[in-house]
């Protein structure tokens, strides 16, 4: 029997199921195959700069509220010598991970040690390998890497693997051949939604289904409804894996669902095996959902579900049919977020490639809070050409609205992006910096802005630190808080 040892190297994340592993875990499943998961998720590596996780930095902050009593630390181990151990003890046939270009590098030097002792091939997919399938290469260590949606071309190198036959032609998968040739096959046909294997969600610790959600701990199920996404933001590796199908002449702009019959038909299945008492629908912008099917899928929902979510959504398709937030509340929504990114529209515009006109988001914020439900804002601060007055024009944005949540981030330029080009050509970033960064995007910029017109790193990390509180504070006490950063950046 094929054995194989899934990674899912997390640095950042203590409590979240990359669906992404899950689904290849069920396509694995299907195949007959024996699978372990080789999981950092809840250790700290010794010889990594990362201390704090994503929640604890976000309650940190005050966009997480603080359950009481609940603050799991991490282990402090060598996850190397954890890795080698976890090889010796399963002796996988393959080696299998998902990686983003901020993980990849300290990804494959974890497991390139064993990786070269015992022989073992190791392949890599998602958002990394889709968007810069040479510069994975870079590393001899890979011996396979899939581009794109994964589910069959995985499955079918399983299959393939158990016959003892070639794989070197299946589609999506690029293969390094023993005199270091590289095969480049073109990427096959987009999936049905309905025909993705079930998620394995086995695969995981159940502390990955046990979260913070407005300061309750609860049992999570997490759910993808949607692929597809024809925006093209310039901070978003969306447009990205678009260009790399359309290079291949297929068109993955469009957006395709779960049928509700059967997607509700995986969530009651689900709910009844893992007993989960909240929803998170991973979908980028699942209000696109064509009417009809958004209204069956709440009814079916409701009787064969009954659980509160979470979902996110862009403001615009709320506006345009308001009647979908009417079935989302209905649904049992408990919480819409909606990327706000910048309260400057000349910034959307020009440097985020998201022509959003002002007063779209309180528009749609309205609607969403007039039918009950609680709202969440996803802010970036960062951002080539953003001055600190820009910065306070995101803040004023939010406290107009006044979200029950909201998240700040510094922009990280992914791979993939058109602003990370943006920010290559001006110098703001170096072509490899991703192999010597040290300390997590989630406490500190990315970018060397020339400061001024932008604000310097120490003044971002203040207002991230301190957005919670410009959201909520009085309005003069605001506006002398805001009149004293902006008199110390001129200084």
């Not at 393939?160 to 070197?168: D, G, T, W």
């Not at 978003?236 to 068109?251: P, W």
Request: charged content about 30%; overall charge neutral.
């Amino acid at each position: 029997m094929v054995r194989v040892l899934f990674v899912y190297h997390n640095e950042i994340e203590e409590s979240f199921m990359p669906l992404s592993l899950a689904s290849l875990g069920g396509a694995a499943k299907e195949e007959g195959v024996e699978t372990k998961l080789f999981d950092s998720s809840f250790w700290r590596d010794k010889n990594s700069d990362v201390v704090e996780s994503d929640r604890q930095v976000r309650e940190r902050t005050g966009e997480y509220k603080r359950v009481e009593g609940y603050n799991p630390q991490r282990e402090t181990v060598d996850i190397k010598d954890r890795f080698m151990q976890a090889v010796i003890d399963f002796k996988p046939d393959l080696i299998a991970a998902t990686s983003t270009s901020y993980e990849f590098r300290s990804l494959v030097d974890i497991v390139s040690e064993a990786k070269r002792r015992f022989k073992i091939p190791l392949i890599v997919g998602g958002p990394h390998t889709t968007v810069s399938p040479e510069k994975s290469f870079e590393r001899p260590e890979v011996d396979m890497i899939c581009i794109g949606e994964g589910e069959v071309a995985f499955a079918e190198l399983l299959k393939r693997m158990k016959q003892q036959k070639n794989y070197s032609d299946i589609p999506n998968l690029w293969i390094r051949t023993p005199d270091g040739h590289i095969i480049k096959n073109g990427l096959g046909a987009l999936l049905n939604m309905d025909d993705l294997p079930e998620p394995d969600w086995d695969l995981f610790d159940e502390r990955h289904r046990q979260r913070p959600f407005e300061g309750q701990l609860m049992n999570y199920g997490f759910f993808e409804l949607s692929r597809g996404c024809p925006n093209k933001c310039s901070y978003c590796i969306n447009a990205g894996k678009t260009a790399v199908y359309k290079a291949s002449g297929i068109d993955s702009r469009g957006f395709r669902f779960h049928t509700p019959k059967e997607a509700v038909r995986r969530m009651e299945k689900y709910k009844a095996r893992y007993n989960f008492n909240h929803v998170t629908f991973i979908d980028d912008n699942l209000s696109v959902m064509p009417l009809e099917d958004l209204n069956c899928l709440a009814d079916l929902y409701r009787e064969k579900v009954g659980i509160k979510f979470f979902a996110m959504s862009r403001p615009e398709p709320l506006i345009a049919n308001p009647r979908k937030v009417e079935i989302f509340a209905k649904m049992g929504c408990k919480m819409i977020a909606l990327g706000a990114e910048s309260g400057n529209e000349k910034l959307r515009r020009e440097i985020l490639n998201r022509p959003m006109k002002d007063g779209i988001l309180e528009k749609s914020a309205e609607i969403i809070k007039k039918n009950g439900i609680k709202l969440c804002l996803f802010n970036v601060i960062g951002f080539p050409t953003e001055t600190l007055e820009m910065i306070f024009e995101t803040i004023e944005l939010n406290r107009r609205i006044q979200p029950d949540s909201h998240s700040v981030r510094f922009l990280h330029p992914y791979p993939g992006t058109s602003i990370r080009e943006y920010c290559l050509a001006r110098g703001y970033i170096t072509p490899d910096y991703e192999e010597s960064i040290k300390a997590s995007f989630l406490v500190e910029p990315i970018l060397n802005l020339p400061s001024p017109p932008h604000p310097t790193k120490q003044q971002l990390m203040h207002i991230k630190h301190n957005f919670g509180k410009y959201i909520r504070m009085p309005q003069t006490e605001y506006k002398e808080a805001r009149a004293e950063q902006l008199k110390a950046s001129q200084t």
